[in-house]
């Protein structure tokens, strides 16, 4: 799996570690972000078909 690096705000990076970890949501900030992208990229495919982009 090709890895990537970004920068982000600490108070976007410290809501997020909020969610990860034992009893969490996400098993790592890696894994949220990931499904971030994903849910995010479902979104902007639903906007393109309802435009007429696809």
Do not use: W, Y
Request: glycine share 4%; net charge neutral.
């Amino acid at each position: 799996m090709p890895k990537i690096s970004l920068d982000m705000p600490a108070e976007v990076l410290n809501d997020l570690k909020r969610h990860v970890g034992d009893e969490k949501k996400f098993i790592s900030v890696a894994d949220a972000v990931r499904t971030a992208c994903r849910k995010l990229l479902d979104q902007l495919d639903e906007i393109d078909l309802r435009n007429g982009r696809v």
